[in-house]
């Protein structure tokens, strides 16, 4: 099916050409970023729902698998305690995104993390002094990474300690920001094209309104009313 | 018959998405705070007050899990304090609990004595900005057993999954009316191409 007349490319100059052609691209641009984050879409929207349901199929946790190895490592060159984690990480063949549990940095001899990635966790204890590191590798099945994807940000609210350190880690959190903007350029360009159908406006002010209401009653209202 | 099944479908994807469109920015908007680990406006001082001569039931110390919670709505409807309630923490041998009580944009934390029948009740405003961040994470995976004790939340479980069964739609009714449209095809699927490319990627370079 072709495209209607009123949304071809415009031919000539002026005003009205420029509605047009911005009309024409807005709607592409919905078309394109829609097709282009689609796989991102299903999957941060399907993990949403993994996230919200506990459903027997998708456990992961009680089916982990979990190996202990200990492996001999040198001591790391002199640095700060996250230096010294990627060099015992980096000696290990281990990467990931860096979270510290319960080493304070500057406790020198000993470093215990746990290096994470989506479906892998890591929990290491090195003894630097002794040159000998514990690797407990804990692996989950295709649900806990699904899950993992979802909110792998290698950040957490009120946790200050942990910051992004892995390329990997930034570079997913990079695509997450992009796919909530183009989220929202979606919407926008959506709102833009309806506006311009005027014999849609009056029941999609309604669908809009409704959205509006509901949504906003739970982001404004609640507090509102003290329920 | 198919012209009248694309205009169907068109008109469906437009007022759904209309519908829709307020949610996914909620959802889209508190990404940012959430990969950012940083919510604007969230740091209000918490306002204290006390509550006395509580009417707390005497198996209270003694419950567990829903039915802890259930009382536990009860007793704070003395107060009162309505929300979600996160989790009943107990302290046995100082007879008291923690009940953190949230409904999105205020967050309430109620210390419980029981031995004295009083509370201690602190509540702040946490903005429009946590509000949407405590959405997008609501219910969650976490605190199962007791998590839907209110009855926003409730509703608000099943509005996040109509959320995610929407899009799915929309996702699916906009790749039919892309199709449909000859002239758009080769772009279009040079679009998908390199956001599956992108996507594949990059979940392999996670993963493996």
Redesign the interface.
Known sequence: ???SPEQQMPAGNGPRAFTQGYKTWNR?LH??L??????????F??T??L??H?WAFTEFWPNRKVATVERQIKAPADGTALDEARDVMRQLGIAGEIQWLTTQPGDSGRLEFRAT???LQFDIKADLKLGRATVQRTEVNAWG?M?A?HT??G???N?AKNQRDWM?TT???L???A???G??V??IS??IM?WG?AG?RA??LV??G???L???W???G??WI?? | MRQSFYVFVRGLHLYVGLFLSPFVLVFAISVIFLVHSWVPGSGAPAASRNATNLSIPSDFERLKGREQVAAAHALLDQIPVRGEIGFVRQFPKERRFVIPVSVPGSETVVELNVESRSAKISSRTTGVADAMVFLHKMPGPHNVNVRGNSAFMTVWRWLADATVYLLLFLSMSGIYLWVVLKNERRVGIVMLAAGALSFGGLVYALVA
């Open positions: 099916m072709p495209s592409k078309f394109y829609g097709l282009y984050f689609l796989f991102f879409i299903w999957l929207a399907l949403g729902l996230l919200n506990s990635k989506p479906g990474v899950r994807l792998f940000t950040v957490r609210m946790d990997l570079i997913w959190a695509s997450m920001d796919v909530a903007l989220l929202a979606l919407v959506g709102l309806w159908l849609k029941l999609g669908a809009l409704c959205g509006i509901v949504c906003g739970f982001v404004v609640l507090r003290g329920v």
